[in-house]
């Protein structure tokens, strides 16, 4: 009997995730709608554009697959549950683990597969993502400024930014350069940059500047060099070359599992035009990032222990409730991932250890849930 049950509860999953999968994919991607709209408008053809949301589509499945596993477990021993299917089986003497046991076993497959989009696959797309946009001068040159090393993509100028907040920068350094050589350096404490799609002109006003202008006939020689302050200096870029030629630099959601690890131990061969001042931020960002991945991935199991005891206990038929708890768990969880983002600055408090504390205690609760229950 139990084989039957378990084969009835397997296929039911599966149908049940899939419909799910596909459902949560289509949300996701409801906002692209107006983007492509605006890039058909400029004349990018219909099956380039189709192929750039191909290519964001494992990044999109490395969340989607652990909400699907969530929200359909929950629904589906809600379900179980509210018409008594559970009580009927335990009275016949089967445990809540035998019933538990090819759900559980389908997220642990799930979770590898995650575990490989994650890995290879996603970081691989989204590279060639950017690339495509790239090429076509449709990436976002706000992207490129990337925090902790000199970024040497932008015409006639170096550009160094401690800390990036949207469009908000910190500690910034800029060297402007002409055909001979560098002409001057700029150090900032802040400073605001925007960027018009339609001109592809990038504005940065820097705040409390320090100005070192290099003579023209001697660069070399700092004891020639003119030092000005200002309290606002603005820099215009002309982007539109820029934008359409050369190869993007791998950030560290564009590396595979194997170059993150590598660039954790080896940040200034990765990243070699990094300050030292910025090396131990950046080794901290890619470590959040690496224990991201594995804990997204990981998080199919750990909902799914989670979420069979508490969709039983709900005793209630209604989807409301089931999608009502998974969006508070889902919330949770991505929370973590947002403060472990946020304490870069602060890696003595080990933020990439963060990721893990949702997973660790949906497995911890889940587990004991289950064995009341049992």
């Known amino acids: ?46 099956p380039l554009i189709m192929k750039i949301f191909a290519l964001n589509i494992p990044f999109i499945l490395s969340f989607v697959i652990p909400m699907s596993v969530l929200t ?23 445990s809540l683990w035998q019933v538990a046991a090819p759900i559980v ?10 575990l490989y989009i994650n890995a290879e696959v996603s970081p691989r797309s989204h590279y060639m993502r950017r690339q495509m946009l790239r090429d076509l001068g449709e990436e976002d040159p706000l992207a490129l400024l990337d925090e902790g090393r ?7 100028v170096q550009i160094y930014v401690g800390k990036k907040s949207a469009t908000k920068l910190e500690d910034i350094t800029l060297i402007q350069f002409d055909e001979e050589g ?71 959601a564009s590396m595979t599992f194997a170059e993150l690890v ?60 089931g999608i009502g708890m998974a969006l508070v768990l889902l919330f949770l969880f991505y929370l973590f991932i947002i403060i472990a983002d946020s304490l870069l600055d602060r890696p003595e408090w080990r933020p990439d250890m963060i990721p893990w504390i949702p997973v660790l205690a949906s497995q911890l609760i889940g587990g004991l849930l289950l064995y009341k229950n049992r």
Request: aromatic share 8%.
């Open 182 to 252: 560098a002409r001057a350096q700029v150090l900032a404490q802040s400073g605001e940059v925007a960027f018009d799609p339609a001109t592809r002109i990038m504005e940065i006003v820097l705040h409390k500047v320090r100005l070192t202008e290099y003579d023209k006939h001697d660069r070399s020689d700092l004891a020639k060099a003119r030092e000005l302050s200002a309290e606002s200096y603005p820099v215009t870029l002309d982007l539109r070359q820029m934008l359409r030629k050369g190869k993007v630099s791998k950030k560290p």
């Open 72 to 94: 359909t477990v929950l629904l589906h021993f809600g379900r179980l549950s509210a018409d008594g299917e559970i009580t009927a089986v335990k009275s016949c003497g089967v």
């Open 105 to 114: 076993f389908c997220s642990v497959l799930l979770s590898a597969v995650c």
């Open 262 to 321: 590598h660039a954790i131990r080896n940040v200034r061969q990765a990243f070699p035009d990094i300050q030292e001042k910025g090396v131990l931020r950046m080794r901290t960002k890619l470590a959040v990032e690496a224990n991201k991945r594995l804990a997204l991935a990981i998080s199919c199991f750990s909902f799914t222990l989670l979420a069979i005891p508490l969709g039983i206990r709900s005793h209630r038929k209604e989807s409301s409730i």
């Open 150 to 156: 000199f970024v040497r993509d932008f015409p006639g």
């Open 1 to 46: 009997m139990i084989r039957v049950f378990n084969r009835y509860l397997l296929g039911d999953f599966i149908k049940s995730f899939l419909i799910a999968l596909a459902v949560l994919t289509f949300v996701m991607y409801v906002g692209t709608v107006v983007q492509a709209i605006d890039w058909m408008a400029r004349g990018i053809s219909g």
